[in-house]
T-cell receptor, first 115, second 116 residues
């Protein structure tokens, strides 16, 4: 079975440009999470969705960040305009909510570099 | 608020030895889940093992076991018979909302290096 698929794997962009990160969750999963990993702050939850509805976006750092989940098989995280401090690895994870464990399975991540 | 503390930034262990990675947590929720993930140098996050706060027995998954001491709020990962492929970053995480339903809070991680 295919796991969580993220694209692109690497993204290099210049400050001020719009960046869109994409995620396809595991088929049948109904929860989707976006995390950011940096050396300074470690892994942080940005936002999560249940049944395509955003539930908690308190981790989104600024209004420059937005996330959507138009259907059960696709989500985007957009940064507009991007800044050098947004450079990080962005992970998407999915889980099947309703099980006692609600284990999150992660994608391979997108390494973003903003110059 | 929930918090995870991993006090070992790095560890060197001889191949075939057992390894214990420390994790302590803080939460006011009576129901929570504890997770361990492995992140090799390639960067992906791999789920290893889960322990629920109400589970009576310590979780085990192959060579991985979780030493859960609820009163001490610790959830140490034990890797038996370590292998060179175990070299990686290991993250402890606590989930809220039932297991990891509402997201995970991660510790800073432990960098484990297995030496031949």
């Amino acid at each position: 079975d295919a796991g969580v698929i993220q694209s692109p794997r690497h993204e290099v962009t210049e400050m001020g440009q719009e960046v869109t990160l994409r995620c396809k969750p595991i088929s049948g999963h109904n929860s989707l999470f976006w995390y950011r990993q940096t050396m300074m702050r470690g892994l942080e939850l940005l936002i999560y969705f249940n049944n395509n509805v955003p539930i908690d976006d308190s981790g989104m750092p600024e209004d420059r960040f937005s996330a959507k989940m138009p259907n059960a098989s696709f989500s985007t995280l957009k940064i507009q305009p991007s800044e050098p401090r947004d450079s990080a690895v962005y992970f998407c994870a999915s889980s099947l909510r309703g099980q006692s464990q609600n284990i999150q399975y992660f994608g391979a991540g997108t390494r973003l570099s903003v110059l | 608020a929930q918090k995870i503390t991993q006090t070992q930034p790095g560890m060197f262990v001889q191949e075939k030895e057992a390894v214990t990675l420390d994790c302590t947590y803080d939460t006011s929720d009576p129901s929570y889940g504890l997770f361990w993930y492995k992140q090799p140098s390639s960067g992906e996050m791999i789920f290893l093992i889960y322990q629920g706060s109400y589970d009576q027995q310590n979780a085990t998954e192959g060579r991985y076991s979780l030493n859960f001491q609820k009163a001490r709020k610790s959830a140490n990962l034990v890797i038996s018979a370590s292998q060179l492929g175990d070299s990686a970053m290991y993250f402890c995480a606590i989930g809220y909302g039932g297991g990891g339903a509402d997201g995970l809070t991660f510790g800073k991680g432990t960098h484990l290096i297995i030496q031949p």
